[in-house]
């Protein structure tokens, strides 16, 4: 019997979380807003509260999706609860719409300046959809007057972030025409965001870039183009791992010693710099703005490290040759 009372006490509870929060964000929702600030305003009478709101939403959820959306709302909350404190009040109100009581007496500065804050504060988060960077709120505050309850000093807010948004909004018409370049180049921005996040490096690794030898070719023919015009220098470096009589290695320690050949070249080289696989037995690696001197110095520094960090394979020999790129069309 005692077990059943505790199970209906518990889910009771739930039902009671469920009927006061909001189940996108877990804050309070609209009702329980509304009682929790009057409950306080009763007691206190006293504060302040801040009315807010997402500006162009609506073009969010139509132009990115009901899902992005959602993930707005969320890191907004997220943001808002890191900024409120214990006793104050943090409820959703409208689709994108947010208030905050804080059950202090302040003055209308303090406001003017918190509202300020939580627009920065929104304005820089990083959102995971690179569409989006920083998120736009309109926010103002009232102070409570004698008499308020939840309604009147929502209102006198509401009115305060209606007026603020038209003035945001209030912008010179625009002919026909210039609304069509206009839409046509907000798409060509949401075109040019997606095509940059496709085409950059997701994680980029630290030392030099490792590629196919197929994409190591096609880079390599763009640097010839390159050099054609800028005047700047290339090199090529060839490196060969043999044994002491100038064969293939062992299989025995071949795979580790390419592996060990690969590391110390990514990490002795620069972010700018590119190398590959060019057979079971060599690396292959093209380093950009440097001399013939430079390039030598470099190819030393690979070997070096290379022996040192193979010291227990004796019967070994990493060798090296350097070419200079030349210009595309040159022989």
Not at 152 to 166: G, H, I, M, P
Not at 226 to 252: H, W
Not at 298 to 307: D, K, L, M, P, W
């Amino acid at each position: 019997m005692k077990r059943d009372l505790e199970a209906l006490k518990e889910e009771n509870e739930i039902l009671s979380k469920l009927a006061s929060h909001d189940w996108l964000t877990g804050i309070y929702n609209r009702g329980a807003t509304e009682t929790k600030i009057n409950q306080l305003l009763a007691e206190k009478k006293t504060g302040v509260l801040f009315v807010l709101d997402v500006d162009q939403f609506k073009q969010i959820n139509d132009r990115y999706g009901h899902i992005t959306g959602d993930s707005v709302i969320q890191e907004v909350v997220r943001i808002l609860s890191l900024m409120t404190f214990k006793n104050d009040i943090l409820g959703r109100v409208g689709g994108d719409e947010f208030v905050i009581y804080m059950p202090l007496a302040q003055d209308q500065s303090f406001a003017d300046e918190r509202c300020r804050q939580i627009r920065t504060r929104l304005l820089g988060i990083q959102m995971t959809s690179p569409l989006i960077n920083g998120i736009s709120v309109t926010v103002c505050g009232s102070l409570y007057q004698p008499g308020d309850d939840y309604k009147s000093l929502f209102d006198r807010a509401d009115q305060l972030l209606l007026a603020e948004k038209r003035k945001k909004n209030k912008k010179p018409a625009l002919t026909a025409a210039e609304e069509r370049r206009s839409a046509a180049k907000k798409g060509i921005d949401i075109d040019m965001a997606l095509i940059r996040s496709e085409l950059s490096e997701q994680e980029l690794t630290s030392g030099a870039y490792c590629q196919d030898y197929e994409t190591f070719k096609s880079i390599y023919r763009f640097v010839e183009r390159r050099l054609r015009r800028s005047g700047e220098s290339a090199y090529i470096i060839l490196f060969t791992l043999t044994d002491k009589n100038g064969d293939f290695p062992m299989l025995q320690t071949r795979e580790l010693q390419m592996d060990t050949l690969k590391s110390v070249t990514q990490h002795s080289l620069r972010l700018g710099d590119v190398f590959t696989q060019y057979s079971s037995c060599q690396y292959l690696v093209m380093v950009s703005d440097v001399d013939n001197q430079n390039a030598e110095l470099i190819a030393g520094r690979i070997s070096e490290t290379f022996y040192a960090e193979t010291a227990a394979i004796e019967d070994k020999l990493l060798l090296h040759h350097c070419y200079p790129l030349k210009p595309a069309g040159t022989n």
